[in-house]
């Protein structure tokens, strides 16, 4: 029954599930829950509420070494996707208030390359809302904060295999 497989699949979860299962056949549902609870842990790790995507993703790594590059992809996915939410938001703000004349100038030079440290603590939650405040170009946004949030992940994932 091709339909009801199909209808399965509709929805964030029957998503992740359908990619999951294309990336890492035969681990079965415990392994899904996982890579799910490390989906939300990243997407919320992203926006202005706390969260400790690093640690889920380690501890993930640790238990399951050979699942290593889903649960990189998973992360990435999920972080992404929270900071262009903060990005989203960012874009409802009123456009009449500006930033200073300096703060201006490093926009102009940097643009949404900047968005490369949108992982860093503290600072970096904000630097989406930001970007989307100030009309950066949504593309390079969201290629800015892959690339800052993928190879952040890859450092984490990376340290979590040496400790194996």
């Known amino acids: 029954m091709p339909e009801i497989k199909f209808f399965r699949y509709i929805g964030v979860i029957g ?20 890579y ?3 989906w939300l842990s990243a997407l919320t790790s992203a926006t202005i509420l706390p969260g400790t995507s690093e640690a889920g993703l380690a ?10 590059l889903p649960a990189l992809i998973v992360a990435t996915i999920g972080n992404v996707i929270g900071s262009m ?5 960012g874009r409802l703000l009123p456009e009449k208030y500006q930033p200073n004349e300096r703060v201006q100038e490093k926009l102009q030079r940097f643009g949404p390359w900047m968005l490369v440290l949108a992982w860093v603590p503290i600072v970096g ?40």
């Open 36 to 38: 799910a609870a490390l």
């Open 15 to 34: 998503w992740l599930q359908y990619i999951i299962s294309i990336l890492h056949a035969g681990d079965g549902m415990d392994l899904f829950w996982q």
């Open 85 to 89: 939410i903060s990005y989203g938001m």
């Open 125 to 164: 939650d904000a630097l989406p809302i930001a970007a989307g405040w100030l009309r950066l170009n949504v593309w390079l946004s969201l290629l800015a904060l892959l690339l800052g949030k993928a190879g952040r992940y890859a450092v984490v994932v990376w340290l979590a295999l040496q400790a194996v």
């Open 59 to 68: 501890a993930l790594v640790y238990t399951s070494p050979h699942a290593w």
